[in-house]
């Protein structure tokens, strides 16, 4: 039944009027009329009065077409979109909502933002992700295995330099340490483990892909392949074998799946949190992360299966600057100097070691070690020039002219006419 002013009647609504009817015409008790119509006896009455009373109309809910009496006010509606383009322009449904809650007091759900901006065509409908591979569980404990990887992205939005964003994220309770740098490379990377260390503690295992930061592409040297290593070590995976935490290097970057969802959160929320903030440099971007990070993780940190910490304490004697540097043997040669990176330094005093380690530090500093020993030294400002030994001319070899030479023909021609001279 159509008309102006009257509502269309839905398939189910025909079904239940087709039940109802039947009760009225004692074809059908209530009680199994009911149990079709999936309602109580007590509803089937009252739409068996309804339609007496009402005819076909009155199986037709009597809240159809009328407004919800949670409905937002049309001057909230279009104050929320004046905000969302002026303020939160590019911000994702879920975000903006809570940006709207936390900021602007104002309470709308994700899913009805996200029908109001699709109406005024200010956001579209993304599609889901595929499934990827085959799942794995989590670890059970925290600080058992930690994921870490860089990610490189205008953070800024331009409004400062380019910056590297190096992340940890624990694989059991989704835990999240982070830092801005302004490359991905050794020093970086020694950095941020170094940080991690100091606010967590060692964990068990490091999960991380094979960029050459982190998996060395050279062949063994002689002296490693005397040492038995079966593959080369860069300087991040020698430090933490030394430090007693294994290295797994993954073959995908589905493989290590949480740390790359984690920055497609931050190249998200993150980016805009900042630009709400004001954050123009590295420095700023740092101090937001240490505010940022605790809130973060209170929000979509999980439980661990189990609730030991594995992440080890380092001990006392244990000194992290030693380990977390770049290490490089030198030989020391004959008038005890040693030469690094184009530079020569001078060990003070005899040592009988042949060969030294120098250390290049997170701090800026240079330490030439042999062993757990410190040597002093002092860089060489200038190389001695050496002064080149005299040059002492050689004698002349006589010059033999050959038989064949015009000088010899010449003289021989002389002394045959000089003999026929004489024999006169």
């Known amino acids: 039944m159509t008309g102006e002013g009257i509502l269309a009647m839905r398939v189910r609504d025909l079904q239940r009027l087709k039940v109802v009817q039947r009760v009225i015409e004692k074809q059908v008790i209530q009680r199994v009329a009911a149990g079709i119509i999936g309602c109580s006896e007590r509803?089937?009455?009252?739409?068996?009065?309804?339609?007496?009373?009402?005819?076909?109309?009155?199986?037709?809910?009597?809240?159809?077409?009328?407004?919800?009496?949670?409905?937002?006010?049309?001057?909230?509606?279009?104050r929320v979109v004046k905000l969302y383009?002026?303020?939160?322009?590019?911000?994702?449904?879920?975000?903006?909502?809570?940006k709207l809650r936390e900021v602007e007091k104002i309470a709308v759900s994700?899913?009805?933002l996200r029908k109001w901006l699709l109406e005024r065509g200010l956001w579209k409908k993304r599609r889901k992700r595929s499934a990827h591979r085959r799942w794995r569980a989590r670890k059970e404990c925290f600080g058992e295995m930690i994921q870490m990887d860089g990610s490189h992205h205008d953070w800024l939005e331009g409004r400062g330099p380019a910056l590297v964003l190096m992340a940890y994220i624990d694989d059991a309770t989704n835990s999240v340490f982070a830092r801005f740098y302004d490359y991905e490379g050794t020093m970086p990377a020694m950095d941020s483990f170094l940080r991690y260390v100091r606010t967590y503690g060692?964990?068990?295992?490091?999960?991380?892909?094979?960029?050459?930061?982190?998996?060395?592409?050279?062949?063994l040297t002689p002296e490693e392949e005397l040492k038995g290593q079966s593959e080369p070590l860069s300087q991040f995976e020698r430090a933490l074998k030394e430090l007693g935490v294994e290295v797994i290097h993954a073959h995908s970057p589905q493989a290590k799946g949480r740390i790359e969802r984690l920055f497609g959160v931050f190249q998200d929320r993150l980016v805009k949190e900042m630009r709400l903030a004001g954050v123009r440099t590295k420095e700023e971007a740092n101090d937001f992360l240490e505010r940022y990070l605790p809130l973060y993780n209170s929000k979509f940190g999980i439980s661990a299966a189990q609730e030991a910490d594995v992440h080890v304490k380092v001990p006392r004697h244990v000194r992290l600057e030693r380990s977390l540097c770049v290490k490089t043997t030198r030989t020391v040669r004959n008038d005890y100097t040693v030469a690094h990176e184009g530079k020569l330094y001078q060990l003070e005093g005899r040592t009988r070691t042949k060969a030294v380690t120098i250390e290049e530090r997170l701090d800026g500093s240079l330490h030439i070690t042999s062993g757990d020993i410190d040597l002093k030294f002092h860089a060489i400002a200038e190389r001695p020039k050496t002064q080149a030994p005299p040059k002492i001319a050689k004698p002349r070899k006589p010059y033999i002219p050959a038989k064949d030479h015009p000088w010899r023909q010449w003289h021989n021609r002389r002394s045959s006419t000089e003999r026929e001279i004489c024999s006169y």
Do not use: C, M, W
Request: proline share 4%; hydrophobic share 25%; no cysteine.
């Open 43 to 78: 509803q089937v009455r009252r739409l068996v009065k309804r339609v007496r009373e009402e005819a076909e109309g009155g199986i037709i809910h009597k809240a159809r077409g009328k407004a919800s009496n949670r409905k937002f006010p049309d001057k909230v509606k279009k």
């Open 85 to 98: 383009r002026k303020k939160y322009a590019g911000f994702g449904p879920t975000l903006a909502s809570e």
């Open 202 to 219: 060692l964990p068990q295992s490091v999960y991380l892909d094979r960029h050459t930061t982190y998996k060395s592409n050279k062949k």
């Open 110 to 112: 994700d899913e009805t």
